[in-house]
């Protein structure tokens, strides 16, 4: 409730009647003040005009008054700048340390905003509270936001693979492969593939980037995985060579990854990922030139279309061999690898290298793909917000996630034009 209340006064979401103060003085706010998140009063630089004086100094909001001495405000000459105490129950006067009575003030909002909000932000996280009043926004308005969160979920790609440069020293290689590797868990297992990657340095792989076999070794010997596979063939051989190159190179094995299976299709297991992410190892891995120089995305996507040969044109796992060839990745996974690979590393290299071409190319290939298909996308469909492309599922996905799932309603437009039309009725 506070935090609502504070946000109610920050952005000045209350009707536009007179205001007073509980002994009825009429007040004014010239300037709400800046939100404090750290410890003080919760907002800074205030100014106020009570009765037509003008006070300049700091805000401090409870749900009760009693809370100002139950915090021990009253003892606390850091809250002695405060102009104004404003509340949702006046149930007690509030002093300063120094026993001056300070102006108080009841929340001017909407009696049932609390109960809307709480509507609102209670099921945000399992289904959609705000579809109807998506219908009635301006359909340029929910563009506008759209774009705004297409951009914000490229940034935080963008400052991770910074990190990732930065840990490695500027190596463009080594951090576009682990991007491949965390690519290539596609969410469910992007996490475990990441750790994999961490403690594999791309240049121990590069020591038999000739041998498909020493480097499948590598990695599935560090991923944990040939420890489950005791009764195959290849899989003993495999462990055979991880032991030498283990020992070769000092490695040490990641304590368990968390690999996920279950309700998985067999063609989404771990072990063909990491058969897929071997195969692009083979004979050297030099991604980092191809990507920036993509032009279209038939070029991004054949990126990702290493063939699997030998043991697992025919195997989702290790295992008897299956009855066809499967393909390694389909199109629409190449797709999604294009989404949370080639565009994030082409623009965080376009920023990186000051080169604003190389960053409308990476915005121009994420709007050229088809938007991707599920449950998130379907829901906000129904709401009738329109998904034309990758651009706008990418927003769709972070408004989900990082909204709606956080149930940072307040910090959403959509939720905010909400709860503002609700603070401000006067009913």
Not at 34 to 59: E, Q, T
Not at 96 to 121: F, K, T, W
Not at 282 to 300: C, L, P, Q, W, Y
Not at 311 to 333: H, N, V
């Amino acid at each position: 409730m506070e935090r609502l209340m504070q946000y109610v006064w920050q952005h000045r979401l209350w009707p536009m009647a007179e205001m007073r103060t509980v002994d009825g003085r009429v007040v004014q706010v010239i300037d709400p003040g800046k939100l404090n998140n750290d410890a003080g009063p919760d907002f800074f630089n205030a100014k106020v005009s009570i009765d037509g004086h003008l006070w300049a100094g700091n805000v401090e909001i409870h749900v009760k008054a009693s809370d100002w001495r139950r915090h021990k405000h009253d003892t606390d000459t850091a809250y002695d700048s405060v102009i104004l105490h404003v509340v949702d129950k006046d149930d007690a006067i509030v002093r300063r340390s120094n026993g001056e009575i300070i102006p108080q003030m009841r929340m001017p909002c909407a009696p049932d905003l609390n109960v809307r909000y709480s509507d609102l932000v209670g099921r945000a996280d399992r289904d959609l509270p705000c579809a109807s009043s998506i219908k009635a926004i301006n359909p340029i308005y929910i563009s506008d936001w759209l774009s705004a969160l297409a951009y914000e979920r490229l940034y935080e790609k963008s400052d991770r693979l910074m990190l990732w440069l930065d840990k490695f020293a500027g190596d463009w290689e080594q951090t576009c492969y682990v991007a491949v590797a965390r690519g290539l868990g596609f969410g469910i297992n992007g996490d475990p593939f990441q750790r994999l990657a961490m403690s594999l340095p791309l240049r121990f792989i590069g020591k038999h980037s000739d041998s498909l076999t020493s480097i499948e070794a590598l990695l599935f010997g560090q991923s944990g995985l040939l420890d489950e596979a005791r009764n195959d063939e290849y899989a003993a051989r495999l462990r055979k060579e991880y032991d030498f190159l283990a020992h070769k190179f000092g490695l040490k094995k990641p304590e368990c990854l968390g690999w996920k299976m279950a309700r998985m299709r067999p063609a989404n297991f771990p072990h063909r990922r990491i058969a897929i992410l071997a195969s692009m190892l083979h004979n050297g891995f030099r991604m980092t030139k191809r990507i920036v120089d993509v032009s279209d995305i038939d070029e991004a996507v054949a990126l990702f279309g290493t063939p699997l040969s030998g043991y697992w044109e025919t195997r989702y796992s290790f295992g008897p061999a299956g009855k066809r060839i499967m393909s390694a990745l389909s199109r629409s996974s190449a797709s999604v690898m294009v989404i949370n690979v080639v565009v994030p590393l082409m623009y965080s290299y376009g920023i990186k290298h000051g080169n604003d071409a190389i960053c409308d190319k990476a915005i121009t290939l994420l709007q050229s793909l088809p938007a991707e298909r599920n449950s998130i996308i379907d829901l906000f469909e129904q709401a009738d917000i329109k998904v034309r492309d990758a651009f706008h599922s990418q927003a769709i996905v972070q408004l989900r996630r990082n909204y709606c799932e956080k149930r940072k309603c307040m910090y959403c437009r959509i939720g905010h034009r909400m709860l503002a039309s609700y603070a401000c009725r006067r009913d």
